[in-house]
Structure formats: structure tokens, C-alpha cells
């Protein structure tokens, strides 16, 4: 079981906790929702539950909850620009099929 990240996602996680002046890291989770089934969820963290999984890479606490592992595990989280946007992309071998706006999967 493994979550990762690139330098790049690490780096904006930690100047948004900075920023935030709290926090223990970063909860990623799935949920239903979206033209695919699944919607990945994003939210920083104060209090790390008991059923919590936490992952530490570059130092930054990955934090997922029970359900979500099985969607997530192995998932490579990217912080990317492209033109004018910028943005979380999730690199995740479990997906089988994403949306076209790339905000919901299915596996």
C-alpha cells in the first residue's frame, strides 16, 4: 500500500499548510460523484482520525481514510501548469476510464 508524490505537489501542499499556519497534511479520498462514478477529494487535515492510513513522502503527511485506500492505493499525486491553469493530477494505476474534464474516474 503507497501513496506518492512529485517534488512539485509536495512543494504546493507545504506552502499551502504554511500558508494555512495549520495542519497535519493533506486527506485525499474518493467519492461518488461525477459523469464517471468516482470524484477525488482534497482537504487539509487538523486531526488525524484512529482509521486514518498515513503516508509520508517528502515531508508531507498523506492522509486516507478506510474506504478510499482501495481506489487510491499506488496513486502518484502531481501538481501541474499548463498554460493558464494549474492543478492537482492524480496518476492513479487503479483508473480504468477518466471523464474528459478529468475530475472523476471509474475503476
Sequence with gaps: MSISLTE????????????????EGLRLGVRT???SGMA??????????EDDTVFED?????????KSMIYLNGTELDFVK???NEGF??????SKNECGCGESFNV
Excluded at 512539485?8 to 495542519?23: D, M, V
Design 8 to 23: 512539485n505537489a509536495a512543494e504546493r501542499i507545504l506552502t499551502f499548510l504554511h500558508n494555512r499556519g495549520k495542519g
Design 58 to 66: 517528502k515531508g508531507v503527511k498523506v492522509i486516507i481514510d478506510g
Design 40 to 49: 477525488y477529494v482534497l482537504e487539509f487535515v487538523d486531526v488525524i482520525n
Design 33 to 35: 460523484s461525477g459523469c
Design 89 to 94: 493530477k492524480f496518476n492513479n494505476p487503479n
Design 82 to 84: 499548463e498554460g493558464l
